[in-house]
């Protein structure tokens, strides 16, 4: 029986780094707009300071590759030595067996002129099994090399990462395309801009909507958003090549999972309820599978980056003791369309589907997201905002018309909470129009929803909370 060689996978690895012999990146990664959290990824990888490999998490089809292809274009723009650059597929068949260690050696022996820094990315790193292990001795003891690795099995990546990596790998979150960075991808006119930090002018308000409404049901994944052909079929696209394969194959071989169709059907559930409020009783009931399980489900589900749970707290911002309900949403609103085909703006799913986008802007920021409900049905808000010590900051009352802008004080649970927790500031979002009152010393502002998705987007890209001195011009 025969054994890969050596030569084998030298042969490959020169395959997959064409600029050992020719110095430049490809043309087609270099016409391809790089994707904004190009920057922070780049200043994380390049922090002298810090011996820690990136570990590159993220969900299918967002873009992990191409980020890592830009970063190299970007090293050999940058003067970096073609060889001391290296790109490794770990999920070809050829690697299957190879250590970490002896890929290094292989890419040294390959590329043995130059000095300084090596720079290695290594893509779709869960194919390598035990890879966390592997990787902690290169930290230790190769100053020289500055390491990356990256992946879609993310539930595999962040559990392995956390527990066997501390202090050693620093986790990245690569998040579905923000409404921001879709609309620069998309090269079109938009119809909106950010003229300096946190200032903005919006020039045609209806010509937005029209961009978020294409955003809420294409924009979330970048082949999506760009590909006509793609665009043309959705469901194969997303069904198959993402959800399918996260629910049929990651998941399942992780986590032992041998019901593969109740696991399908109880995703499919989340999905079609995504920003209303559930529960497990609920759940059991409508899928006659057990509370602990869904439970389970659920842990990997969000593990995956398929989905994000939301928590309830009262009219204090606390988080109930016993939490039978809570929120999910989907992490991206174009699954949605993949699943059960796009919706149309007066339609009443699209409501939900414009605060599943809304909040697929900040679940990866690190803010402390939550949503209130107590009493009768009038007292809740869609997303509260809370402090390190569970104070609520900020609240956000999530609406798909402009009724509420000329009567603040109709936002009944918004309000309510606004004076038990004595904010200053609070938000609610509109279709078109923008408003601002003053109700019992506490402001009442009112943006469009694709004005504060583009808001979100444009802060959560530069790694800070949404700061709330925004102003728009129009």
């Known amino acids: 029986m025969k054994n890969v060689s050596d030569q084998q996978v030298a042969e490959h ?27 922070p990824v780049r200043a994380l990888l390049l922090e002298s300071g810090l011996r820690r490999a990136v570990v590159l998490l993220g969900p299918r089809r967002v873009g992990k590759t191409i980020l890592i292809r830009h970063l190299i274009a970007d090293l050999l723009g940058g003067h970096v030595a073609a060889r001391r650059i290296a790109y490794v597929e770990m999920d070809h068949p050829l690697l299957h067996g190879q250590s970490l260690g002896a890929l290094v050696q292989q890419i040294e022996a390959a590329t043995p002129d130059g000095e300084g820094l090596r720079y290695l990315f290594f893509d779709e790193i869960q194919s390598h099994k035990d890879w966390e292990k592997h990787l902690k001795p290169l930290v230790d003891h190769r100053p020289d090399l500055r390491i990356l690795v990256s992946g879609s099995a993310a539930a595999a990546l962040k559990r392995q990462s956390t527990e066997s990596g501390a202090g050693r790998f620093t986790d990245f979150l690569l998040p579905p395309l923000t409404f921001s960075e879709y609309l620069h991808l998309r090269g079109e006119a938009a119809a909106i801009r950010e003229e300096r930090p946190n200032q903005y002018v919006l020039d045609d308000i209806a010509l937005l909507n029209e961009q978020f409404v294409d955003y809420v049901n294409y924009g979330g994944y970048p082949e999506l958003a760009l590909s006509p052909t793609v665009r043309g079929n959705p469901e194969r696209f997303i069904k198959s090549d993402i959800v399918d394969k996260v629910l049929l194959r990651d998941l399942p071989q992780l986590y032992g999972i041998k019901d593969i169709q109740e696991l399908n059907s109880l995703f499919t559930l989340l999905a079609f309820n ?201």
């Open 13 to 39: 690895l020169k395959r997959l780094n064409p600029w050992w012999a020719s110095a430049g990146m490809d043309q087609g990664t270099l016409e391809l707009r790089p994707r904004a959290y190009l920057a």
């Open 274 to 474: 995504t920003a209303e409020e559930i529960s497990f009783e609920q759940l059991s009931q409508r899928s006659g599978v057990g509370k602990q399980t869904i439970q389970k489900y659920i842990e990997y589900l969000e593990a995956a980056f398929l989905i994000k749970r939301v928590f309830r707290v009262d009219q204090d911002g606390r988080r109930y003791q016993r939490e039978r309900n809570f929120k999910v949403y989907l992490t991206n609103s174009a699954m949605y369309t993949g699943l059960f085909g796009a919706r149309l703006p007066d339609e009443t799913e699209f409501g939900h589907l414009v605060e599943t986008a809304l909040f697929a802007q900040r679940f990866h920021e690190g803010a402390r997201l939550n949503y209130a409900r107590w009493g009768n049905q009038d007292c809740e808000v869609d997303l509260v905002e809370s402090s390190q010590a569970l104070k609520p900051t900020g609240a956000l009352e999530i609406k798909w018309s402009d009724r509420y802008v000329a009567k603040p004080e109709s936002l009944t649970g918004l309000m309510k909470f606004v004076r038990n927790n004595r904010l200053p500031l609070a938000w609610a979002s509109t279709r078109s129009q923008f408003g601002k009152a003053i109700i019992d010393g506490a402001e009442i502002r009112q943006w469009p929803a694709a004005v504060l998705a583009f808001h979100y987007g444009v802060s959560a890209v530069r790694g800070r909370l949404a700061d709330f001195d925004a102003k728009v011009i129009s």
